[in-house]
Nanobody
Framework: QVQLEESGGGQVQPGGSLTLSCKAS????????LGWYRQAPGKEREFVAS?????????SYADSVKGRFTISKDNAKRMLYLQMDSLGTGDTGIYFC?????????????WGRGNQVTVSS
């Protein structure tokens, strides 16, 4: 079992920056790929970025956020981060922290409750 809790959301002006945090707890995080998804009103939840917990190097980004968002983690604190720069109104939505099992947790997906990010003037 993996538990996830997001924080750091809020309102920011276009062109601004915001950093989201996700506190991960439980066991066997090394078995998981962790990442971020987001969902805007009236739209489906979409992938944003992911990172392999065991190495912290294998990352993936949605085309819409490449060059603007950076995913990272802190093993000691068991924290996952998403630094968001050059934010636009299209980035508005509820951001969810997610963990997907690869071997031990294969077939399991864990979700945080989500955190609102609003980009507006």
């Amino acid at each position: 079992q993996v538990q996830l809790e997001e924080s750091g959301g809020g309102q920011v002006q276009p062109g601004g920056s915001l950093t989201l945090s996700c506190k991960a707890s439980g066991s066997r995080l090394g078995d998981c790929d962790l990442g971020w998804y987001r969902q805007a009103p009236g739209k489906e939840r979409e992938f944003v970025a992911s990172i392999k917990w065991s190495d912290g190097r294998t990352t993936s980004y949605a085309d819409s956020v490449k060059g603007r968002f950076t995913i990272s983690k802190d093993n000691a604190k068991r924290m996952l981060y998403l630094q968001m720069d050059s934010l636009g109104t299209g980035d508005t939505g509820i951001y969810f922290c997610q963990a997907g099992g690869t071997t031990y947790y294969r077939g399991y997906v864990f979700w945080g409750r989500g955190n609102q990010v609003t980009v507006s003037s």
